[in-house]
């Protein structure tokens, strides 16, 4: 069941994934080779501290951290650890809090020092599909628009989807109907309304888009070892058309 969202609730989701967007953009400047993945969820949890909001995903289903953090061949559910960053790396950046009983949620993909031509494609190509997404979330519109709009600007540029993940409805709950899939067929699934709020977070892969679960339970990652990207937002569908929550203003 799809939970639409009242202006007042839209509100308090507007602080939350403001608040979301702030800290993420923080560890974004701290990325560099030499530095640690866990450096940076202890930062995570310093900046959690300081502007009192609890971190949603730890403690969720058991996840021990803070912050994701997927490298390179890693799709995403990486889990923080010692290995320092090296030039070349990409590193998904993925955040969430719960503030006042509403959630926020987004992530990035940002490169360590110098990256490969493909590597820095694979980026902006897996962001311009989130923004292509973006675009289809307004009142009138379907789900599969969404979809397909991700799916279209992926498989164009001769990347592919990740099938066994999927974007989410988000509110009171970190994860709420409707499924987001970033792969679909335009004019089909449910209706878009005014309310909705939806967290579409394109993950995508420079090789085949098969993943599978690491034994700690956690990490996804590609089956060939290629790299993969991701990119989310947390979006609301006004009367006006989409509002990303999650932008730094
Ligand atoms: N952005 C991811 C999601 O929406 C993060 C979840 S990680 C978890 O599902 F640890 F909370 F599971
Ligand atoms: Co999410």
Same mark, same amino acid.
């Given at each position: ?29 701290? %990325? ?27 403690? !969720?289903?058991? !996840? ?47 490169? %360590? ?17 989130? !923004? ?118």
């Amino acid at each position: 069941m799809v939970i639409l969202k009242l202006p007042d609730e839209i509100e308090k989701l507007r602080t939350s994934n403001l608040i979301v967007a702030e800290i993420l953009n923080k560890i974004r400047e701290r %990325v560099r080779p030499g530095v640690t993945t866990s450096e940076l969820d202890g930062y995570c949890e310093e900046l959690c501290r300081k502007r009192r909001v609890k971190a949603a995903f730890k403690g !969720y289903r058991g !996840y021990p951290f803070a912050l994701c953090t997927s490298v390179n061949g890693e799709v995403v559910h990486g889990m923080p650890s010692d290995r320092p960053l090296v030039p070349g790396d990409i590193l998904s950046l993925d955040f969430g809090v719960n503030y006042k009983g509403y959630y926020g949620d987004a992530a990035i993909t940002v490169p %360590v020092g110098a990256v490969s031509a493909e590597a820095m494609r694979l980026l902006k190509v897996t962001e311009a599909g989130l !923004y292509d997404a973006i675009r289809q979330a307004k009142a009138g519109n379907r789900l599969g628009d969404v979809s397909a709009a991700v799916q279209g600007r992926v498989e164009t540029a001769g990347f592919s989807v990740v099938r066994d993940f999927v974007g989410h409805g988000i509110g009171r709950s970190l994860h709420e109907d409707p499924q987001i899939p970033n792969y679909g067929v335009r004019g089909r699934g449910i209706e878009l309304k005014p309310g909705m709020v939806l967290a579409i977070e394109p993950m995508v892969n420079e090789g085949s888009y098969e993943v599978r679960v690491l034994p700690d339970g956690w990490t996804v990652v590609t089956k060939d070892g290629k790299l993969s990207a991701h990119f989310e937002h947390s979006v609301a569908i006004t009367e006006n058309g989409p509002e990303i929550l999650s932008r730094i203003q």
